[in-house]
């Protein structure tokens, strides 16, 4: 009866995010996707955020989802010196981490009580063991590619357990267990230097936790990462691992959408270049010139989303401060610069969008896949270059890997840079790739997809918490 089945208890399920965009996102899209499931959710917040970005995404959220309800995590300040870290992002998962008393009181709050709680996996080391004291389910949502998690899972056997002076130096590769090696340089460069750090700490620290926590969610899908998920499930990467299960690509989501650049809508179909290096990547001004005069000299079209500063707050400069004299002059009629934030998603969307020169964020890997956009990769730092790898081999983009890693690693100059674009832009083959990887996302999150099978087989399991 349709009135016994709208009483049928849902279950109750609490999502952690840690901090940035890049992290908010995904959770925000899974939320919404939970809650078209007909499952209650809560979202536990920490403020102040870092970026305005966020605040304003989760202003957006909670007005578009009324249902869903705000909690929020009382933080302590960071206010010792100990903390050795330029990440404003980073620093709030330190302050998450030395606040997790307050998590106990909190999820022991709920009414209707918790059947599960979902958090993030720079979480993972601070939430498991407050969630097993509560024999409260404990799921985390791995926020990066399968490739990426083969990693971050390994990491403490792999780089972890080696002394500083081990005399491996001349290794020019790294032994994932069951997966093909990899070059050392993909490898986030903090993660191999002997100074502590609070990326290294994250990633072993959280990577070795994985294994008490209840299930790994994943923002990705058989089609593109089969390999890497099959290693991780059949025990290969580490013996034990809970069930990894690809949910994604996270379907934007309707928070994301606003008034679109109206500039797009006069250029033709296919022939933009998108350029952005997503929410907290800074780049030198050297760099911001160089690319400049590589996109003009390009010939091709392009939108491009300048940041000069990691944390959007700080990033004060007007334009024509960044570039210099005459620059902006030589863009008009060929591009549109700006330095405020776009909504990607709507950008991506778009019919005149042909292509995405991209620093590889997994979500923003995850959106071009969704609307079927070549990529050239140019990873700037942590899993970007181990997601450029997942772009080349599903045939979605061109990595030119001698560009290294950026902020300063090498100044790659214009002329190289219009050479990639023009290439890109004009690949027919890659175009034709990116549509079939699109119909292929699309098929696994829709009806009897694989994905959508992983995300009501997880909600069935939850049902029993209930
Ligand atoms: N994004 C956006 N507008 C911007 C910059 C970024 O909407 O101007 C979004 C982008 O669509 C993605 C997220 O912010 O969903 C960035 O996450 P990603 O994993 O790509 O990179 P990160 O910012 O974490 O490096
Ligand atoms: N793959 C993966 N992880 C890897 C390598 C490959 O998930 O580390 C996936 C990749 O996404 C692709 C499939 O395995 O969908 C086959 O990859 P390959 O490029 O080898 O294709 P083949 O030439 O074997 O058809």
């Not at 959770?27 to 499952?39: D, K």
């Not at 985390?140 to 056997?157: D, R, Y």
């Not at 003009?296 to 024509?320: A, H, N």
Request: hydrophobic share 40%; aromatic share 8%; glycine share 8%.
């Amino acid at each position: 009866m349709s009135l016994s089945n709208n009483q049928k208890p849902t279950p109750h399920v609490a999502l952690l995010p840690s901090s940035g965009m890049g992290h908010l996102t995904p959770f925000l899209r899974f939320a919404g996707s939970l809650a078209e499931q007909n499952v209650r959710v809560t979202i536990i917040t920490t403020h102040p955020t870092i970026s305005l970005a966020e605040s304003q995404a989760l202003s957006h959220f909670f007005s578009t989802f009324p249902q869903i309800n705000p909690n929020q995590l009382h933080l302590l300040p960071i206010n010792d010196a100990s903390v050795n870290s330029e990440d404003p992002f980073y620093l709030k998962y330190e302050a998450i981490r030395r606040s997790s008393h307050f998590l106990t009181p909190l999820l022991s709050s709920f009414s209707p009580p918790l059947s599960a709680l979902v958090t993030d996996m720079s979480l993972a080391s601070t939430v498991i063991p407050v969630t097993k004291s509560l024999s409260l389910p404990n799921y985390i949502l791995f926020t990066s590619s399968a490739k990426m998690l083969t990693l971050f899972v390994s990491s403490h056997t792999i780089i972890g357990s080696k002394l500083p002076n081990d005399s491996d130096e001349t290794e020019e590769f790294i032994r994932i267990p069951g997966m093909p090696p990899i070059p050392k340089s993909w490898i986030p460069p903090p993660l191999l230097s002997n100074k502590p750090n609070l990326l290294k700490t994250h990633i072993i620290e959280n990577g070795k936790m994985l294994i008490q926590s209840d299930g790994i969610l994943i923002n990705t899908f058989q089609n593109i990462e089969h390999e890497s998920l099959a290693a991780l499930n059949d025990g290969k990467v580490v013996n034990g691992l809970p069930k990894v299960t690809p949910i994604g690509p996270f379907a934007p989501c309707d928070f994301e959408r606003n008034k679109s650049i109206a500039w797009l809508d006069d250029q033709p179909v296919g022939s933009v270049l998108y350029v952005s290096f997503g929410s907290r990547t800074a780049m030198s001004k050297e760099q911001i010139r160089e690319l400049g005069d590589g996109l003009v000299r390009s010939g091709i079209s392009f939108l491009w989303v300048v940041k000069e500063k990691k944390v959007d707050r700080e990033d004060e400069l007007e334009l024509g401060e960044v570039f210099g004299d005459g620059f902006l002059e030589r863009v008009k009629g060929k591009g549109l610069v700006v330095k405020n934030w776009v909504r990607q998603e709507e950008v991506m969307e778009h019919k005149a969008i042909g292509g995405f020169l991209s620093h590889c964020g997994w979500n923003s890997l995850t959106e071009a896949v969704w609307h079927g956009v070549p990529v050239l990769a140019w990873p700037q730092h942590g899993d970007q270059k181990m997601n450029a790898f997942v772009v080349e081999r599903i045939g979605l983009g061109m990595w030119v890997e001698d560009w290294g890693w950026g902020g300063g690693e090498r100044v790659v100059r214009s002329g190289k840079i219009g050479e990639k674009v023009r290439e890109m832009m004009g690949n027919e083959l890659l175009r034709e790739q990116a549509g079939k990887v699109k119909e292929e996302a699309r098929r696994a999150v829709g009806d009897g997809g694989s994905s959508k099978k992983g995300l009501i087989e997880l909600i069935e399991i939850w049902n029993k918490f209930i």
